[in-house]
C-alpha cells in the first residue's frame, strides 16, 4: 500500500514530479504516482483524492501550474497532510502557481516547497512520515550525515585544486 500520492495536473509536469518519485524510492517508501485534473475530470479526482487515505495514503505531494488548484483541492478532500508543488509557468515563471498554493483559505493548509521543488517536497514527506516511524528517521538522519560528507568531499577537492594552482 502507497504511504505517499505523488499527484500531477499534467504530463508536462513529470520530469519535476519523478525527482519526488526517486527520493521516495531512495528512502523506501511506496508511494503511488498519477496525472488527475481537477479541471477536466473533477470526478475522477474527487473519487481519487476521497480514497486515498483507505488506500493507505497518509501523505499527498501535488504539482500544479498556473492556477494550480489541484495541491488545494487535494487538502479541501483529504484528512492528512497534502505538500503543493508549484510549477514553472512560461508566462509568470512559477510565481502564479506558487500564489495559488500559499494563498489557501484558514481551515485548508497546504505546506508548499519552492517552484519545482519536487526533490524538496518528498523529503518534506519523508519528514512528516518520520515522526512516528524510526526506522524511516534513522534513513533521514543518515541521508543528512551523507548530504554533510558530500559538501565536506567537495570542499576537500576545491582546496586541492586550489592549492595545486598556485
Not at 514530479?17 to 474527487?46: C, N, Q, T, W
Not at 508543488?85 to 500559499?102: A, C, E, F, Q
Request: some cysteine; glycine content about 10%.
Amino acid at each position: 500500500m502507497p504511504r505517499v500520492a505523488v499527484v500531477m495536473g499534467s504530463d508536462s509536469d513529470l520530469v519535476v514530479m519523478k525527482k519526488a518519485g526517486a527520493v521516495l524510492e531512495r528512502f523506501g517508501i511506496d508511494y503511488e504516482m498519477r496525472i488527475l485534473s481537477a479541471h477536466r475530470e473533477p470526478e475522477e479526482f474527487v473519487a481519487w483524492a476521497k480514497g486515498a487515505e483507505d488506500r493507505g495514503v497518509e501523505v499527498i505531494v501535488a504539482g500544479a501550474g498556473m492556477a494550480a488548484h489541484l495541491p488545494g483541492m487535494c487538502a479541501a478532500l483529504f484528512p492528512l497532510p497534502v505538500i503543493g508543488v508549484p510549477m514553472h509557468t512560461n508566462s509568470l515563471g512559477g510565481r502564479d502557481s506558487l500564489y495559488s498554493i500559499v494563498q489557501m483559505p484558514t481551515g485548508v493548509p497546504v505546506a508548499t516547497v519552492a517552484i519545482n521543488g519536487g526533490a524538496n517536497a518528498a523529503l518534506l514527506a519523508v519528514k512528516i512520515l518520520a515522526v512516528s516511524d524510526p526506522s524511516l528517521r534513522k534513513k533521514l538522519k543518515d541521508y543528512l550525515i551523507e548530504m554533510k560528507e558530500n559538501v565536506i568531499q567537495k570542499d576537500q577537492k576545491l582546496q586541492e585544486e586550489i592549492n595545486h594552482g598556485l
